[in-house]
């Protein structure tokens, strides 16, 4: 067996420590210092440097970073606008959450590294309405940074100045969709956008815009301080890094991760999770957030996370909501639990997802109420079919991916539950 | 102008036409819900998805902006596969209730049935989503939140035509409905226009609902005769009774828009009693019926009898600016140029009557009538009489002994219109003679010395020149009853019987003559008045 | 006719500050009126609208999208247990129960006392530390029934 990568600790190396939550601990232990050197650095070097890094979303599409930021048209005479993405609302992630809860500064940093390299002032952090505890904490935060002179007109004593506040959602998953959150923040209803035109161009009040994960946000101090080659030395070689993996469900240390890219996904279940509780045996994980295909026990053996990995063992690295099931899980059961979310949150606003996502819910109760029909598994996958591919936003195949892996990995379960 | 490739022809497209654009103009329907030509674009519909060579995922016609070498099929299986989804998602929560739907027949649902459904319902009754019905909005619309497929053309609409924004989305996912707040009636004058563009039966007209099959009814090209716009419309009627008018497009002029009041303009044709016959007043003062010819004899031999008397210049011809162009032509024709006649208008409710004056930045005008420019083109505004007024003032002078008056009241009232028809009544009243030519009866109508019933909007064909002097021809959508003749056609008469050649059978006779003598309308032809009509000079 | 309290009115006119177009202050708006009037009825829809210049189908439109923003009345303490795979893996299923048990009301409904009232709702963000659910802008974690039933005497007792 080969030895398991030495692991870096960059988001959550001060998770732990007291106070850390504080801008007194936060610069004791070394915060804004990146600030301090990005605000020496031209604009146009600190973008090359994120792209350097290999850093990508780590919101769930794992879009290079670097890249998103350069699409930004530079001197055009609107406002850009940076907007955090920390509506975390994938089940199975509470990654962002813990970052905020207890190192909210290191977000404020990113953040304010990332506003000077693409010439914004002023930014949101567009936080999901139910963790409002968090925004309370995010927001003790930007006043202290406001009164340490490190945000406001003049950002640490250099001519840039710099806003961010803090807007709270109030219920809505679509809305962690970048042109959905867009439109939630304009004070609409959160209908995702036709692309194109990208925000890159005609975001925010029709004026280019970058939305970027908290998580991604948050790597940025560390990428400054250290170079871009420290970062990408981390990881493999597409996968740069290290990334956050928030398990739950059947492990005996459900929490949250910092792992190098790469890391063997069994191991980690086993070494840092704790490994399946209660002694029973694995039957399927779900690696990514609700949105990503089920992959069986037997399909996780020697699988590596990282972005390249996961797709090529037929899943995705999504958000890092890993989401681990015991040989007692009942997949219907489960299926339905997922479909009846995306029913739920389905925006309504184009056709396939809108009745799509509801009429699998409700194939899925009937079946596991007893009642269903053999040709409803066959039916299920027909949906997912109908769906895919044909939405205005990713929500409606983020259905059909547990539909379809669910259904064809767990067959017999379900027709099992089935009359005739 | 970029070419590109749909279902293996090369077309050109415009600069920034959309797919679904370009297909149009060359005459391939790309099936669509929420698309609208006169609406901003939404895209949420999902019916229009077509295949285009080196995009991976089929992508929204409406949505895509045509590029130079564009390789695009709307035809292929695997479009076909995704429209028939959309719908069968678009028909799983929807009732089905055709048998009692007045959609029903032009209904986009059955139509892309037909087309490419032809599924079998997969869904039991029991789990579809349950909405209201039977909801009003107000004197237009009724809606129906099960039958809507959410497409948005009605919020688009008032959101972006009438900037009233009274509907709306509520909930989410497959909850969404739509309406008002608190169910609040629509009250914008524009509102029927939403029963047009639903492309269901969720938004049906309070006016029509359950009064006739669409599929029993006869359409008739028109033009609106509700005010001096011109809006481009379609009658559609059976059995000699309208049921409906609905617009036509016309960019031009209307787009796909009609306000409410001219939508419902037709009922006021049957809101009163038609005058039949001819009636003439005898020696006894008493008005009998006559025949045209006994009517056309003595009008003409009596108004000589009269300009003999006390010259031509004690005639007065007074036009109604509701009548049509070839009306109101051979009307100059014959009181003007046949019995030399040189006192002419047609102004009824106001001294500066400005035709141009919008009653609002959308469609309406003040000017109620359909054709005031035409009247003006024809030389019937007479500077010195300054109107009806001027003209009951001549007559009580008695410088004016006699007046041929055609009269049709506004399709669209007024508060003023009282107070106008008492004017009518006055000037008929003062007059030493008169022929009235009306369809309808009226108080002033024992006062006329001959009363010919003629017909009103829709019952003839002709032109109408609307307010920016545009040209437009207007079908006939139903006989008249009775005896009552075209205006044209009793002037047709008038002359013949003056001893004037009278060469015309037919309103398009009339209008070839009209563009021979007026110089204004010398380059028009009858083709050129079709949508979107012609500016004259 | 309700008006926001003058506090209120100072958060309200903060909360316009942050944003460079009055539009963008609707959600936080909305949020405020919920805090100060319970719930966003057709009238707080009609007033937020008269004062932001907006017709009430435009305010209610965009509220009733949100599922935090209440559209019927909840109780002093409203209840949101999360449904979601890792709660309901962790058995979330008996912790509803509980509650409907300790209330005596089904989900959306008041108690009669009018302090409390449940819903169960999506991903909370608590899957490690599942099942959780959410009272105000507090949350209660690794839920038993036995947690429930104190939890709810507690705030009963408050």
Redesign the interface.
Known sequence: MPALPVMTKILLANIDKPDQASIAKYRERGGYKALEKALAMEQTALIDEVKASGLRGRGGAGFPTGMKWSFVPRNTNK?TYLLCNAD???????KD?ILMERDPHMLIEGMAIACYALNCH?SYIYI??????VA?TQQKALDEAYEAKILGPSVMGKDFALDI?V???????ICGEETSLIE???????YPRIKPPFPATHGF?ASPTVVNNVETLAALPWIVQNGAAAYAAIGTEKSKGTKLF?????VAK???YEVDLGYPLLDFINKEAGGVANGRKLKAV?PGG?SVPVMTAAECEGVLLDYESLLKAGSMLGSG?M?V?DET?SMP??LS??A??YA??S?GQCTPCREGTGWAAKILKNIIAGEGKRSDVDLLLKIADMMEGKTICPLADADVMPIRSFVTKFRSEFEDLCSN | MPKFTLNGQEIEAKAGQTIIQAAEDHGVEIPHYCYHADLPIDGNCRMCLVDVEKMPKLTPACTTLVNEGMVVRSENERVKQAVRGVLEFLLINHPVDCPVCDQAGECRLQDYYMVYGLHTSEIPLGMKVRKRKVIDLGPMVVLDQERCVLCSRCIRFFEHVTE?????????GDHVAI????D?PLNNPYSGNVVDICPVGALTSRDFRFKCRVWFLHATDSICGGCSTGCAVRIDHRDGAIFRMIPRRNPEVNRSWLCDEGRLSFHELNKTERISRPLMKGRDGVQAPVTWEEAVRSIDARLKEIRAANGAGSILGFASPSATNEGLFLFKRYVGDQLGATQFDFRVDSEDKNVLEEEDQILRHFDKHPNSTGAIKLGLMSKELGGIDGAIEAARAGQIKAGVVIYFPPLVRRACDEEVEGRVFELIDVLEYSVVLAAHKSEWQTAASVVLPVTPWSEEEGTYTNFEGRVQFAGKAIDAGGDALAVWEAFAMLLHASGAESPWMSAEDVFASLTEHVPAYREVTLDKTRLPGVIVG | MIQFTEEAKRRYQTILS?Y??R??????V??LAQREFGWIS?EV??YIGRLMR?????V???A??????HKKPAGKYHI?IC????C???GVNPCVDEIKRQLGVERRDVTADGKFSWDT??????????PAM?IG???YENLTPKSVAEIIENLRNE
């Open positions: 406002p975390e609302s994938e089940p199975g992630t509470f959450r002023l999901r309405g139910e963790y409002e505890f309370n506040f807007h709270l959602g109030q219920g809505a998953y939630s923040l304009e004070g609409n209803r959160g009040l928030s398990v739950s469900g059947h459900p929490g949250v779900i609700s909501g989401i099931l899980t059961e489960t639990v997922i009846d979310f739920h949150e925006c | 009233t924004g009274e509907m709306q989305f509520f909930g989410r309406g008002t707040f608190e609040r | 942050h460079p177009e539009r963008a202050a609707l959600l936080p909305l949020t057709q829809a009609e907006y017709p009430p189908s435009d209610l439109s965009v009733t999208f949100y599922t935090m923003l949101d449904k979601n795979v890792s309901w893996l962790m709702t999506e991903c909370l963000g608590s899957c490690g530390t599942a959410q802008d507090r949350y």
